[in-house]
């Protein structure tokens, strides 16, 4: 296992980091996102997206589950499962195709499914730290 831990103190700045991971990820790469509301999850995605070389804007795909982009250097699974009820949802999504796919998988609020997620991933907790700025955030990524 091997973590390493980033501080940004802007949102430029945590897409930018974003953006390296985008550039350098390969297929079947999964990234799991945990943090609390308004920390910078789809900030973060955003960038990844850009590194992708993906132009057209990233929102959260609150009422689909999974938005999947094709124009990018590799396709791209956005997931924010906040919204889901149960595990079984993601079933009739067929989830599976996504996480053991050809292309780079993030999923936002993966801690709600934790029971499903492929053991190899990169894990992505975004923290504020009030004492150090409102603006300032700490991004510790794990991977397995
Ligand atoms: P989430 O998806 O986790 O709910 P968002 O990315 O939608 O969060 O929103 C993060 C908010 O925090 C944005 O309004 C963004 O401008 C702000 N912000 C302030 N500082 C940072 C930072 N260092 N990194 C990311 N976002 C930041
Ligand atoms: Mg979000």
């Known amino acids: 296992m091997r973590e390493t831990v980033y501080e940004t103190y802007s949102p430029e700045e945590t897409r930018e980091l974003g953006k390296k991971i985008g550039e350098r990820a390969n297929p079947g790469d999964v990234y799991?996102?945990?943090g609390e509301l308004g920390v910078g999850k789809t900030t973060f995605t955003q960038g990844?997206?850009?590194g992708l070389g993906i132009a057209e804007p990233i929102c959260s795909p609150t009422f689909t589950i999974v938005q999947v982009?094709?124009?990018g250097r590799i396709p791209f699974y956005h997931f924010d499962v906040y919204r889901i009820?149960?595990?079984e949802e993601m079933d009739e999504i067929g989830y599976e195709d996504y996480f053991y796919g050809d292309g780079l998988c993030l999923i936002e609020w993966a801690d709600l499914i934790g029971e499903i997620l492929p053991e190899e991933c990169h894990e992505v907790l975004i923290e504020k730290d009030l004492e150090k700025g409102f603006d300032?955030?700490?991004i510790t990524i794990r991977e397995n």
């Open 69 to 71: 982009y094709e124009e």
């Open 136 to 138: 300032y955030r700490r």
């Open 32 to 34: 799991t996102l945990n």
């Open 85 to 87: 009820g149960n595990v």
């Open 48 to 50: 990844i997206a850009e």
